[in-house]
């Protein structure tokens, strides 16, 4: 079966840093593009960042770009995302998601998705 476990929240001050990781297990992992999504309770998710199969490609919502990286280990099966200058907007459950189509910012395309992470920012 398919798992991704999603780990690295928790509570940081604004303009702080925290690196959320995503372990998948149960699929060929360099096949799939992989993404991270946000989302607040009641709302859509919300695009952040992803990555192609083999990296280098990467794709990033203007609210984010220039403060975080998305980033993978293939031989790790893992897929990270380094958030930097971390805002208090910036707190929600962080999903990481794996696309076996290509790359895409659109999230009912994705075919994977792990359960979630908190990130908190306190002002």
């Known amino acids: 079966q398919v798992r991704l476990v999603e780990s690295g929240g928790g509570l940081v001050q604004a303009g702080g840093s925290l690196r959320l990781s995503c372990a998948a297990s149960?699929?060929?992992?360099?096949?799939?593009?992989m993404g991270w999504f946000r989302q607040a309770p009641g709302k859509e998710r919300e695009f952040v960042a992803t990555?192609?199969?083999?990296?280098?490609?990467?794709s990033y919502a203007g609210s984010v770009k220039g403060r975080f990286t998305i980033s993978r280990d293939n031989a790790k099966n893992k897929v990270y995302l380094q958030m930097n200058s971390l805002k208090p907007e910036d707190a929600d459950v962080y999903y990481c998601?794996?696309?076996?189509?290509?790359?895409?910012?659109?999230?009912?395309?994705?075919?994977?998705w792990g359960q979630g992470t908190q990130v908190t920012v306190s002002s």
């Open positions: 998601a794996a696309c076996q189509t290509f790359p895409t910012h659109i999230a009912f395309l994705y075919d994977y």
């Open positions: 149960g699929l060929s992992f360099s096949n799939y593009a």
């Open positions: 990555i192609r199969w083999s990296g280098g490609s990467t």
